[in-house]
Structure formats: structure tokens, C-alpha cells
Nanobody, 120 residues
Framework: DQLMESGGDSVQSGGSLRLSCVAS????????MGWFRQAPGKERERVAT???????KYSDSVKARFTVFRDAAKRILYLRMDRVRAEDTATYFC???????????????WGRGTQVTVSA
């Protein structure tokens, strides 16, 4: 089982970026999946989750700016980031868990992360 993120880059404030997470190994289509981020010196933060049925939830800090969606057939999880801000700078991780999102899973599977840097 492996999750691998890509798409991290340096972007100017107000710009857009799309992160991808490719899942290999297990059938993740029935898993709760999510994006998390961690900035230097800060705790890991939940950014967005998406259920096996496609129901998405977002943290208040990214709501209306970020969009999480998944392509179950291709086993790819995406995070579309619009109107990015300097405070969005962090390493972004994708994660998955067999438990439904409604059960608030702790997420058993993690990728290694991809760096997003937003400059003013």
C-alpha cells in the first residue's frame, strides 16, 4: 500500500495549484481519504477529507478556496488550491483509512508529502 503526492510548487499569492495523490496497492475507492498539511514549527492540520461517496469537508481556513475530489477508477486524489495565501505554505500530505470519514478515522496510510510555497 502506497500513497504518493505530487504537484507541490512555488506559487505567488492569489495563484492556483493542483496536488495529486496516486494510490497503489489496496483498493482505496471505499476508503476515507484526506489532505493534511504541516508548516515548520506548527502542528499537522487537517485540510480536507472526502468520503468514499464523494462527500467533502474542509477546514475553515481553506473553505471556498480549496476543492478536494477523487478519481476512484484511477485511484487518484486531488486537491485544487485557488487564491492561495502565504499561510498556505506547508508540506501537504495525503492520507487514507478504511474507516468511513463519518467515524473520524486517525488515518492509517500516509504519503511522504509535497511542498507548497506561497510567496507574497
Amino acid at each position: 500500500d502506497q500513497l504518493m503526492e505530487s504537484g507541490g510548487d512555488s506559487v505567488q499569492s492569489g495563484g492556483s495549484l493542483r496536488l495529486s495523490c496516486v494510490a497503489s496497492g489496496s483498493t482505496y475507492s471505499n476508503y476515507c481519504m484526506g489532505w493534511f498539511r504541516q508548516a515548520p514549527g506548527k502542528e499537522r492540520e487537517r485540510v480536507a477529507t472526502i468520503s468514499e461517496k464523494g462527500r467533502a469537508k474542509y477546514s475553515d481556513s481553506v473553505k471556498a478556496r480549496f476543492t478536494v475530489f477523487r478519481d476512484a477508477a484511477k485511484r487518484i486524489l486531488y486537491l485544487r488550491m485557488d487564491r492561495v495565501r502565504a499561510e498556505d505554505t506547508a508540506t501537504y500530505f495525503c492520507a487514507a483509512d478504511v474507516a468511513p470519514c463519518d467515524f473520524h478515522p486517525t488515518f492509517s496510510y500516509w504519503g511522504r508529502g509535497t511542498q507548497v510555497t506561497v510567496s507574497a
